[in-house]
């Protein structure tokens, strides 16, 4: 979906302009025949056939962009960066620039599932949690549906209001989302809860992961007693309340496990657990194996599916690789900035 979702409003503003705005073309590390993860199929050029200059390349990235190396790529968007090349990232795919290093002194954002992970690996990487950042000549977004946002803010920059409001009409998004719009649904949402004090408490333990809250702090901070706040828990919930956060912090320890190569033991302390003994027996209460095992369970599955190839005319231009769970895009230079996707991914 992030894939169409950028590319689609590019088609689109191509068709009501009866010209050809935008080129795009895929790109693979490989070449040949990508495929997506619904099954769809493009055709995709090799990186090390590319020649022509671009204006902006964007890397898409969907699965487990953090579980593999994307040497190749890497290689590819440091030359383009080097360049003077406008880069972007979708869903994963500014993990895959931030770990080129080419997000450095760059705000951006990363798909929320990605975040912790990424946060991670550096504190100095500059994240937000927002739909969409652009800054300078860096533009990332969340992935899912956030691509047509961001791409609306595109192309009112290129073509003017008008245009990107006809664009959004034609695909029945008739609500534009802000840059700093939320990623996720809010607590009472996700939860279906309505009781300000119970959405104030997960709110908290979702934000304490690392250091957590005492039964005695959340009450006091959610402005209740423990009494009252456990037993509104149960009643809502159906599960005690410090069970509740236990399983949260494990939760986010299984996906620091598979998405990052950090040791065990600081995954134990990221997620408020003091020692690895205690994090194991928790986690395989909770997920009925040691971390190590689903941490070897998982490798390799960050997918090695290959990416795309779409062009439009000439007067902008732009290309997609796919690489080893990443996604990448690249613009080719016209009268304006071209914009493009390059990657090798699974397309989410």
Known sequence: ???????????????????????????????????????????????????????????VAGGNPMGARHVEAWRFLRAQGRRGVALGGISGGAAVLAQAGLMAGRRFTVHWQHYDALREESADYLMERRLFVID??????????????????????HHGAGLATRVADWFIHTRIRDADDPQRTGT?????IHDPVLVATVDLMESHIADPLSLDQLAALAGTSPRHL????????????????????????????????????EVALATGFANGAHFARAFRDRFGQRPSALRAGSDGDAGDQEGPKWREGPERSANAVAGGGAALAAGRTGQKPGIGLEGRMKLT
């Open 1 to 59: 979906m992030s894939c169409a979702a950028a590319v689609e409003p590019l088609r689109a503003a191509n068709l009501l302009q009866d010209r050809a705005l935008y080129d795009l073309t895929f790109l693979s590390v490989n070449g040949g025949r990508a495929a997506a993860s619904v099954g769809a199929g493009f055709d995709t050029v090799a990186l090390r056939d590319v020649t022509a200059p671009f204006d902006m390349v964007f890397v």
């Open 136 to 157: 300078r000549d860096r533009f990332t977004c969340a992935g899912g549906a956030a691509p047509l946002d961001m791409m609306h803010a595109l192309i009112t920059t």
């Open 188 to 192: 009472a949402e996700r939860y279906r």
């Open 230 to 265: 456990q037993r509104q828990f149960r009643m809502r919930m159906g599960t005690s309340l410090m069970r509740f956060y236990r399983d949260l912090r494990l939760d986010k320890a299984r996906d620091l496990l598979a998405q990052t190569a950090l040791p065990v033991l």
